[in-house]
């Protein structure tokens, strides 16, 4: 089959290799349709290697169909299920995270293309194990969400546990979005649905047109801009009638912007982080202390999340597609990732 392989950091390839082997209990997955993720741009420009080493075959959100499944699979799964996978391979089932059901969290998780072979394939196998250990590793995609539309449902589902489970969203609050990629303007997006009053969207002031075009169509209802920290202070208490929002959700990982995110809360304020940057913050950090705020750490979605965001797809209250830019080929998927880096694509589509 072909795939997109990373060879050593910064090569990357299309390649032949063989079509992944099925025994009794595992299921194939024909794909038809990816999207590249932020997560898999770090590995394409050589920031981070994949933990799994060289050659890996890349990317993780995907949709395809099931076309073989062995006979010990639950009767659940058939050929023909159109499908899309949560992007786990293997987790270790006795953990913490994993008996309690968020298992993404499991320190020993296997993810495609970062730990195990990803999906910019064919084909993609689903171990057996792990169909025991999470048998909601896969879903199936309803009838009315494209093979195009399916994979944006894990960033989707992203933004759903920010909102709801995290950041307990209640109709009626004030919601801060920091950042406007795809977990951004997702997060942004579960917000409006969930009944927020204000969506403020927190961005730098050179974010480009068009990006801001597609958070207000999303469901942004301000925007704010983080390289002016006193104005963005001010437009958040006169939108919030002086007290400052409920929830923050921070996507971007500078940590100026969290310090000013911190600093939109009211007392008693919720922020969720979803970034993964390492940078040291360089400051203190009292007023959670002094101001009672909550932060709470993000990773991923569990199977809750995954649900109730294919019930809204389902229900064609999602906005899946608005944030797509480039839609491109298997064989083009280098320049998806070339696209991806210099900025020119927001989220781009793989269809095989
Ligand atoms: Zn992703
Ligand atoms: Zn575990």
Known sequence: MRAFVGVGRGQFEMQDVPVPEIG???ILIQLKAAAI????VHIYDGSMDPLCGYPV?????NAGIIVKRGENVAERWQVGDRVTSENTVDVCGSCYACITGDYVACE???????AADGILAEYVKIPGKLLRQVPDCIFKIPDNVSFEEAPLLEPAANGYKAIFQEGRLMGGENVVVTGAGAIGLYSAHMAAIGGAAHVILMVRRSTAKDKIATA????????????EPETCAEEVIRLTD???A????ETTGVPAVMNTALGLLHVKGRLVRIAINDTPYGYGLNSITLRSIEVIGHLGYNTVSWRNTINLASQGKLDLTSIVTHRISLEDSGHGFDMMVSREAGKVIVTM
């Open 37 to 40: 993720c932020g997560s898999d």
């Open 242 to 244: 002086g007290f400052g």
């Open 108 to 114: 020993e998780r296997k993810g495609m293309g970062i």
């Open 24 to 26: 009794d209990d595992d």
């Open 216 to 227: 207000l169509k999303m469901g942004v209802t301000d925007v704010i801009y983080s390289d």
């Open 57 to 61: 075959i890349m990317g993780h959100e």
């Open 246 to 249: 409920d929830l923050v959700v």
